[in-house]
């Protein structure tokens, strides 16, 4: 199950397949009421497709969970205020002499003081 929905500590991955069911048992109903109406079933239909798919899209694990390094950053900036960046590492093979591309992101512009 996917669990990057996390939130003040929370999972909130099960409410997306929970809103999810009650929007297509919300459109089986809309089918069956309007059920002569064959271009409008036949576009239920497609919508409800779709939200299948959500939901499976929702259960397929992530490469990589990036909320790891969020959290840590956030852990490290409530120890320490006066920190002004992070340095990560991402070694995809173990070797003796790592080559590693740098990647540099930063917050602010130049132009723009920051606290």
């Known amino acids: 199950m996917m669990n990057n929905l ?3 500590n929370q999972d909130y ?3 997306i397949v929970y809103h ?3 929007l297509q048992a919300d459109l089986y ?3 069956i009421c309007n059920n002569r109406n064959f271009i409008l079933s036949k576009s239920i ?3 409800i497709e779709k939200i299948e798919m959500i939901k499976r899209i929702q259960q397929v694990e992530i490469r990589f969970d990036y909320l790891i390094i969020q959290d840590e950053m956030d852990r490290l900036f409530k120890e320490d205020n006066s920190l002004t960046g992070c340095t990560i ?3 995809f093979k173990e ?3 790592p080559n590693r591309a740098l990647i540099q992101v930063k917050k602010i512009k130049e132009d723009e003081k920051g606290e």
């Open 13 to 15: 991955s099960n409410d």
């Open 45 to 47: 239909d497609v919508i």
């Open 89 to 91: 590492n991402f070694d």
């Open 6 to 8: 996390k939130n003040d």
């Open 29 to 31: 109903r809309m089918q």
């Open 95 to 97: 070797s003796e002499n």
């Open 20 to 22: 999810l069911e009650q």
